[in-house]
């Protein structure tokens, strides 16, 4: 099967198409540059640069040309913050694209569609109690994303969101998501303090399995938990203190309160600098204090993902954070947005 996609230099991206290619399909992609200075890609993808977001309708059309299925793995997440209302921000960059994309997939004779978009949306979903769209901008747009990406879909037309979780892996000369977090618990030489809960997470490797998975395996209009680990912050951050050499590093659980009292600190930040985020840190502190689980049977199985070490792939992504925070690494590709 040809494949086009948006996105195939990311990380992401990237691990989709080495794993289509190994399963024998053939792979064009459109991407921003740069390209990250030693990222690995298949050799076999055919890849163009350039934005797809300033591309006509011609320019699209000939991109689906001969393909038989589209992988969006493009858009932004929740970590960009913007002027009020950022909510106008996601719909540009993570509902509009897949609207017009899809529209014209579809004309063009595409069969196979599919779109990685959050696991927030499935606990928006699972957790209605939560009010999780009326709070959270970044959260209502995944779900609209959603809600698009599906109207296009038919016995003729196979769409797939990946409600994608924690992902560990790394590609060398990109930025992890996970620097944050690493300089959070470096700059807490004495105890590590995180609140309760947990989360479900894959490795990159997994979440090139799902998205073959779903182009072959997908069919009509569906949305996909992905998750295979479930692991409380404690049972990750003890993973974390083993790569970052502090393996018997104590561990306090705070309370939601005080979880809650540092997020009121950003949004306070946030207005005071005139930005929004797309999450309320003050309403998200009942979800993050949660168990975040996601039973692979829901998702992962269903797509094929096998298991792989995520206590390596947390290693990966620790080590290249230190090596950014501490200047090893240089010319490092940052997210859209930063």
Not at 5 to 10: D, L, P, R, V
Not at 122 to 134: C, D, I, N, S, V
Not at 294 to 317: E, H, N, T, Y
């Amino acid at each position: 099967m040809k494949i086009c996609m948006i996105g195939g230099t990311g990380l992401l991206g990237s691990q989709g198409a080495a794993e289509l290619i190994s399963r024998g399909h053939q792979v064009k992609a459109i991407a921003l540059p740069p390209l990250p200075q030693g990222a690995v890609l298949p050799p076999e993808m055919e890849i163009s640069y350039g934005n797809y977001l300033e591309m006509n309708d011609d320019e699209v059309k000939k991109m689906f040309e001969g393909c038989e299925g589209f992988v969006f793995a493009a858009g932004v997440d929740e970590r960009v913050e913007g002027p009020a209302p950022i909510y106008d921000l996601y719909k540009k960059y993570n509902i509009d694209p897949v609207k017009r994309l899809l529209k014209i997939a579809k004309e063009c004779g595409v069969k196979h569609c599919v779109v990685l978009g959050s696991y927030f949306s499935y606990f928006a979903k699972a957790r209605p109690q939560m009010h999780l769209t009326e709070y959270h901008p970044y959260i209502r747009s995944r779900i609209n994303q959603e809600k698009v990406a599906m109207s296009f879909a038919d016995e003729n037309f196979d769409v797939a969101v990946l409600e994608l979780p924690y992902i560990f892996g790394t590609q060398p000369g990109r930025k992890p998501v996970w620097v944050f977090l690493v300089e959070s618990i470096r700059k807490m030489p004495g105890v590590t303090m995180w609140p309760k809960g947990g989360s479900t997470m894959v490795t990159v490797k997994q979440v090139g399995q799902a998205i073959a998975g779903a182009i072959e395996r997908n069919k009509g209009g569906n949305c996909y938990p992905i998750g295979y680990y479930n692991l409380t912050w404690k049972e990750m951050l003890t993973i974390c203190h083993k790569h970052l050499g502090c393996p018997n590093k104590k561990i306090i659980t705070i309370p939601d309160w005080m979880y809650g009292m540092a997020g009121k600190s950003l949004v306070k930040q946030q207005k005071k600098d005139g930005i929004q985020g797309g999450l309320d840190m003050i309403k998200f502190t009942e979800l993050q204090c949660s168990n975040q689980f996601i039973d692979k049977k829901l998702g992962c199985i269903p797509l094929g993902v096998k298991p792989d070490d995520i206590d390596s792939a947390i290693g990966d992504s620790v080590k290249l954070c230190v090596d950014i925070l501490d200047g090893k690494a240089k010319n490092i590709v940052a997210m859209k947005g930063e």
